[in-house]
């Protein structure tokens, strides 16, 4: 029977989400773009409820509206919470079961005012309507419950003084606002509001680099993490520190060279585990689990012996025991480690990319999401020893054919690289047909073998093409090694990596060489920019907000420590590197018809890098264009319509010049 309820409720649920969605011929890039499916799920402590985000599409004003929705997990009952336009997120179950509080920017009064664009946190009872919460000036950025349920913790920004309010104002007036590059940010604070009455004390001014708080198991104190400065730059700086939540008093707990990140304390109070990297200066580095006591002392790394990257985590009953998301190969999965041991068991294992998971305090019933290639992410309740799918998202889907995914490898040197290849609806075994290469930023990153991508596999196989995703040396998923292996070498041995990829397909007999394009964001960008110019076998590529010039990009990103950490060195200490990997230094090589997106307000690859590359190919002749997104930033998917034209234009461009 309460398999039946549960999917009643997952239909019901469909019935809701999918009015207006009706059947189509074509898998359109404006349809891609307005699929919802389930984010951020928090169980209640009882596992009675299951609460999770949905995003969706608001094409009419060009944004995305996240809204917070409730299954009951024995019931099958689905109810959407929130409503209108507004950003709901990050719901999480009181510890008693009886409020779930979320952030949310709508509209409220104050003072007899409309109040509108400031986050806050929001309560709802088990019945009735939300109210909210705080009062933050500056809204709120993060927050956790404290363990007896009865007040909330959170992070907000420190506003100005009146004085210096007024003063700011009177200034901007008379047009007297100059900004001063490098200015130190206002500090972030940790507050405590009481549920009962709403009442808010600060418990302590931090810095503006505050961006996580956690709980001990007696409420009494708070770890929390900071870099400090606030700045993406300083973003291998972060430390652990302990707040005495009575006095204010703060203790530094973590000052070792690299990040330690996310601290949770063992059930006993007397422990905490964190995220470490296994090299302090580079982002690319692989994340352990390290644990140190409360009071200081030694540090031991837990997962040493695990050589994939670790995700999120959380302590196993009476500390026994952690369970850490695993990024394995082109999979995510869970694994428990018991600490008595040592030794690492699979949890939650397979083919699919699961992620979310929570759990009861017991373990006997659990949540979470659970992805495949031909699937959107499904909420899985499990109790007992079954599983149950209590929501169907990939309802969304049905109408419509995709064309096969899978897994492929072949050999790069000493490397075995992995891909995913997708092959178009209808295809043909010995059917040779035009290949698109798409390819991850980071190049810490990696391509997962599921249905969501950045790239819209799906949208090129409903459109005649193969698609191939490659992992090429440097990326993520993958063994520290491997992760680290294109250090001084950007644009060399990944580059020969994806080759030899392409290589592989056409010996498989499914892309056709002469009908070849390529596609890249971010360091996908710099890769598309820097195979173009070593190579004529591509007849069109799209380059995204991508590197042009190394020179350029340290000089205005807002992360001029990226360069240092892959070669070593400043440009002015080691010109001949910088010049050797940027595509800039051999773009009379370019003869590939070339598309050029980027977003206005990128801050992290400046559109400085794509206006070089279009002024260079232009005073060549060449063939390309340069699109601008205004309001966008980096990965240009802050506005739905924005990322319809990507796409589009993507697609159009792709035809244009491969099929002729």
């Known amino acids: 029977m309460k398999r039946l309820l549960v999917k009643f409720a997952a239909a019901v649920l469909a019935a809701i989400l999918w009015v207006g969605m009706g059947q189509s011929e074509n898998l359109t890039v404006k349809y891609l773009v307005g699929l919802k499916y389930p984010t951020q799920l928090t169980l209640s402590p009882g596992g009675q409820f299951v ?17 917070i929705w409730r299954i009951s997990t024995k019931m099958g009952k689905t109810q959407k919470l929130t409503f209108g336009t507004n950003q709901n997120r990050s719901p999480r179950y009181a510890p008693d079961g009886k409020w779930l509080a979320f952030l949310s920017n709508a509209e409220y009064e104050e003072d007899q005012a409309p109040v509108s664009g400031r986050t806050q946190i929001w309560l709802f ?90 709980f001990s198991p007696d409420g009494k104190t708070i770890a929390y993490t900071t870099n400090a400065t606030g700045e993406y730059n300083d973003e291998q700086k972060y430390d652990i520190f302990l707040l005495d939540v009575k006095t204010g008093r703060k203790r530094q707990l ?16 007397k422990t905490i585990a964190y995220l470490s990297q296994t090299v302090p200066d580079i982002e690319f580095a692989q994340t352990d689990v390290s644990v140190i006591p409360e009071k200081g002392g030694a540090v ?125 609806v209808g295809y043909s075994p010995g059917q040779r047909v035009p290949l698109i290469v798409t390819l991850h930023g980071g190049p810490y990153g990696r391509f997962q073998n599921r249905f969501r991508q950045y790239y819209y596999f799906q949208l090129w196989a409903n459109h005649g093409y193969a698609v191939l995703a490659p992992n090429p040396r440097g990326s993520s998923g993958y063994s520290d090694q491997f992760g680290q292996a294109n250090r001084n070498d950007l644009g060399g041995g990944d580059y020969r990596d994806i080759m030899r990829g392409v290589n592989a ?22 890769l ?70 980027h977003g206005r307000q990128d801050e992290m690859t400046f559109i400085s890098n794509s206006k070089e590359m279009y002024q260079a190919l232009h005073t060549l002749g060449k063939t390309v264009k340069f699109v601008v997104y205004p309001r966008e930033g980096h990965g240009i998917s802050g506005e739905p319509n924005h990322r319809i034209d990507v796409f589009r234009r993507a697609l159009n461009w792709f035809n244009r010049y491969i099929i002729r």
């Open 125 to 214: 009872p088990k019945t009735g309507e939300a109210r909210r919460l705080t009062r933050a000036p500056k809204g709120v950025q993060f927050f956790r419950w404290a363990p007896d349920g009865k007040s909330i913790a959170y992070i907000t920004r420190k506003p100005l003084s009146q004085a210096k309010q007024a003063e700011k104002k009177k200034l901007e007036a008379l047009k007297f606002d100059a900004e001063v590059i490098g200015k130190p940010k206002q500090p972030n604070e940790i507050w405590m509001v009481q549920i009962a009455d709403q009442t808010a004390r600060k418990i302590a001014t931090i810095d503006p680099g505050l961006n996580y708080l956690t």
């Open 505 to 526: 397909v056409i010996r498989m007999g499914i892309a056709d060489s002469t009908q070849m394009g390529v596609i890249g964001g971010s360091y996908g960008g710099y």
């Open 528 to 597: 598309t920019n820097w195979i173009i110019t070593q190579s004529d076998r591509f007849k069109a590529a799209v380059s995204m907000f991508g590197i042009f010039s190394l020179l350029t990009d340290w000089s205005n990103s807002i992360q001029p420590s990226w360069e240092k950490m892959y070669f070593g060195s400043y440009y002015w200490q080691n010109l001949n590197t910088y010049i050797k990997h940027s595509p800039a230094f051999f773009v009379k090589n370019i003869r590939t018809p070339v598309l050029i997106l």
């Open 254 to 269: 973590t000052n070792f060279p690299g990040p330690e990140t996310n601290p949770l304390f063992s059930p006993d109070g």
């Open 300 to 424: 031991r790394n837990l997962t040493a012996s695990f050589d994939y990257p670790v995700g999120s985590f959380f302590w196993g009953p009476k500390g026994k025991s952690i369970i850490f998301k695993g990024e394995v190969r082109t999979a995510s999965n869970y694994f428990r480690l018991n600490l008595s041991s040592g030794k690492i068991d699979g949890f939650l294992t397979g083919g699919n990319c699961l992620s979310s998971l929570r759990m009861t305090a017991d373990e006997k019933r659990r949540v979470f999401l659970s992805e495949t290639p031909a699937a959107l992410p499904e909420i899985i309740f499990h109790e007992g020893k079954k599983d149950y799918e209590i929501s169907n998202f990939s309802e969304q889907l049905k109408n419509f054919q995709l064309g096969a995914q899978k897994v492929i490898r072949w050999k790069s040197g000493k490397w075995h690289i992995e891909g995913i290849l997708v092959t178009p």
């Open 51 to 67: 609460a999770f985000v949905v995003r969706e599409a608001d094409f009419e004003n060009s944004q995305y509206v996240r809204n």
